[in-house]
């Protein structure tokens, strides 16, 4: 059984703010992306891992992975405007390949802190449902209002999750779901261009750690983190 990793870096990374893409920014003195991509190349059960990059940071990701002893890295490939054409792409990338795989593993180059725990279980979960996305709990009380500032509803706590990434997918599946996506559909994941394909997803369990570097804010509460390790 094959099963690959997607790691998507074709992001600027707007709300964060900074001279350069955060994926190249460091993190408690090691680059994200250099983070992210190790986590995945270090876990047994992955077989090859691709890197999307943006077109016009494609040689400053090279220069990053040259870095990463590995040999599971594949030639890194250009994304696009949008996260769901980056994904789109680099699976396109994957089919080229002379042996496609099996099952494939979605993640933000922006989530350098997720653990071998959860890439296992995604992989556990994936094999057995076909599609599934790491997830956790909102802690919060949450209100919905499309009329702010008054206060609409207040769904219930019980029913509501966090999205993280690795999503993971039957690869035929997802790319097959990908190249059906209608033209006009706005989604923010590839859980999303599943469900829009009419296939069943499953939550499995995430991890608080596994926070997406959005603002500035992010990379101190992932230092904080990893000063706890
Ligand atoms: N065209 C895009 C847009 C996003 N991503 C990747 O998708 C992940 C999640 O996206 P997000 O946090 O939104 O990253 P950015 O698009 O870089 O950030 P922003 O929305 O603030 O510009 C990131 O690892 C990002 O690099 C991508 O590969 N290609
Ligand atoms: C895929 C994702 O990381 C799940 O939380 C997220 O959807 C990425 O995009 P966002 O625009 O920051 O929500």
Same mark, same amino acid.
């Given at each position: 059984? $094959?099963?690959?990793a997607? *790691?998507?870096?074709?992001?600027t990374g707007t709300?964060?703010? =900074?001279d350069?893409?955060k $994926?190249?920014?460091p993190?408690?003195g090691?680059?994200?992306?250099?983070?992210?991509?190790?986590?995945? !190349?270090?876990? #047994?059960?992955?077989?090859?891992?691709?890197?999307?990059?943006g077109?016009s940071?494609?040689?400053?990701?090279n220069e990053?992975?040259k870095?990463?002893?590995?040999?599971?890295?594949?030639?890194?490939?250009c994304?696009?405007?949008?996260?769901?054409?980056?994904?789109y792409l680099?699976?396109?990338?994957?089919a080229?390949?002379?042996?496609?795989?099996d @099952?494939?593993?979605i993640?933000?180059?922006?989530?350098?802190?997720?653990?071998?725990?959860?890439?296992?279980r995604c992989?556990?979960?994936?094999?057995? !449902?076909? +599609? !599934?996305? =790491?997830?956790?709990p909102?802690?919060?009380? *949450?209100?919905?209002?499309?009329a702010?500032p008054l206060? $609409?509803?207040? #769904?219930?706590?019980?029913?509501l999750f966090?999205?993280q990434?690795?999503?993971a997918?039957a690869? +035929?599946?997802?790319l097959?779901a990908?190249?059906n996506?209608? =033209? %006009?559909?706005?989604?923010?994941?590839d859980?999303?261009?599943m469900?829009?394909?009419? @296939?069943p997803? @499953?939550?499995? $369990?995430? %991890?608080?750690?596994? *926070?997406?570097?959005?603002?500035?804010?992010?990379?101190?509460?992932?230092? =904080?983190?990893?000063?706890?390790?």
């Amino acid at each position: 059984m $094959q099963i690959d990793a997607l *790691i998507l870096s074709g992001g600027t990374g707007t709300r964060m703010g =900074a001279d350069c893409p955060k $994926q190249f920014l460091p993190l408690a003195g090691t680059c994200v992306l250099k983070r992210t991509v190790e986590a995945f !190349c270090s876990h #047994p059960d992955i077989s090859r891992v691709l890197v999307v990059s943006g077109a016009s940071f494609l040689n400053e990701t090279n220069e990053i992975l040259k870095t990463i002893a590995s040999e599971k890295l594949l030639p890194t490939v250009c994304g696009g405007s949008t996260r769901q054409e980056s994904s789109y792409l680099g699976l396109c990338a994957l089919a080229r390949e002379a042996a496609a795989p099996d @099952y494939v593993l979605i993640h933000d180059a922006a989530r350098p802190l997720v653990s071998k725990e959860v890439i296992s279980r995604c992989i556990e979960t994936v094999v057995s !449902c076909g +599609a !599934c996305t =790491a997830s956790i709990p909102v802690q919060d009380t *949450i209100i919905s209002s499309d009329a702010p500032p008054l206060l $609409q509803t207040v #769904p219930d706590r019980a029913t509501l999750f966090a999205v993280q990434t690795p999503q993971a997918f039957a690869f +035929a599946e997802i790319l097959a779901a990908h190249r059906n996506l209608p =033209a %006009d559909a706005v989604v923010t994941d590839d859980t999303s261009v599943m469900r829009l394909a009419g @296939y069943p997803v @499953y939550l499995t $369990q995430g %991890d608080k750690k596994n *926070i997406k570097l959005t603002t500035p804010e992010d990379f101190w509460i992932a230092e =904080a983190f990893l000063a706890h390790e």
